[in-house]
């Protein structure tokens, strides 16, 4: 005979696994930890639970990562200040238009006389092109000349103070531009002097006759020709 099942065929039931109740311990653990900024595997297996237990069991301590007995409490916190409202602008909006100054203009125009092109001041002022040609013209356009005469100006100053070098250089630069004068006058006098005028050109008829003329004086007719002459 078989035995007897007393349960009546029926599998007896295991009492399952208690739910998890964490323990104040590892509650503030967690809040630590949290307010740390761990990763939530480092913290599960530092109280001891799995990963989604502990995003089960601790989400007010994982949660409040700062206040709430963490590293800081709330009275520790600076109150929040509102941030304070953007100022309208006046007008319709958009870029504001570029205004040149004093200092920019006498940039441009020491850039200018320097020998940088107008692309290379252009980025180093960090402006367009066209914004440069249109509010530099001036300077692009003289300023090296103005320049230059400023620094001879500042020069001769310095030579009248008795200054010996600035002296020296005062007088080769004289020396030079009255040497290039000199040198501008010579080659405006050539240039005036006129040449003799070319004689007309001999059309082919002409030419022949010459041409015919000289055979018969100088070749070997020349004596026949001056017998019948004679």
């Known amino acids: 005979?078989?035995?007897?099942?007393?349960?009546?065929?029926?599998?007896?039931?295991?009492?399952?696994?208690?739910?998890?109740?964490?323990s104040d311990e590892q509650r503030a653990t967690v809040r630590r930890m949290a307010s740390e900024r761990l990763a939530h595997p480092v913290i599960a297996e530092e109280v001891g639970v799995s990963v989604p237990t502990l995003r089960k069991a601790f989400v007010a301590e994982l949660r409040d990562r700062v206040s709430g007995g963490g590293l800081f409490g709330t009275e520790d916190l600076a109150p929040a200040t509102p941030a304070?409202?953007?100022?309208?602008?006046s007008g319709s909006g958009g870029r504001k238009r570029y205004q040149p100054g004093d200092r920019d203009r006498e940039k441009v125009a020491v850039l200018?006389?320097?020998?940088?092109?107008?692309?290379?001041?252009?980025?180093?002022?960090a402006i367009s092109?066209?914004?440069?040609?249109?509010?530099?013209?001036?300077?692009?356009?003289?300023?090296?000349?103005r320049k230059r005469a400023e620094v001879l100006v500042a020069l001769h100053r310095t030579a009248l103070k008795g200054n010996v070098a600035?002296?020296?250089?005062?007088?080769?630069?004289?020396?030079?531009?009255?040497?290039?004068?000199?040198?501008?006058?010579?080659?405006?006098?050539?240039?005036?002097?006129?040449?003799?005028?070319?004689?007309?050109?001999?059309?082919?008829?002409?030419?022949?006759?010459?041409d015919a003329h000289g055979v018969v004086t100088r070749g070997p007719w020349s004596e026949l020709v001056g017998r019948k002459r004679g």
Do not use: C, H, W
Not at 129 to 145: D, F, K, N, Q, V
Not at 181 to 206: F, M, N, S, W, Y
């Open 166 to 210: 600035a002296q020296k250089e005062a007088i080769a630069i004289m020396d030079r531009a009255r040497l290039e004068q000199l040198q501008d006058q010579v080659r405006g006098k050539a240039a005036a002097k006129t040449e003799a005028p070319a004689p007309d050109p001999v059309g082919k008829k002409e030419q022949a006759q010459l």
């Open 1 to 22: 005979m078989d035995d007897a099942n007393p349960s009546g065929g029926k599998k007896e039931k295991r009492p399952g696994r208690a739910a998890f109740v964490p």
């Open 84 to 89: 304070a409202p953007r100022p309208k602008r």
């Open 129 to 145: 092109e066209p914004t440069l040609r249109r509010y530099y013209a001036s300077e692009i356009e003289t300023g090296a000349l």
């Open 112 to 125: 200018v006389s320097s020998g940088m092109t107008v692309d290379e001041i252009s980025r180093a002022m």
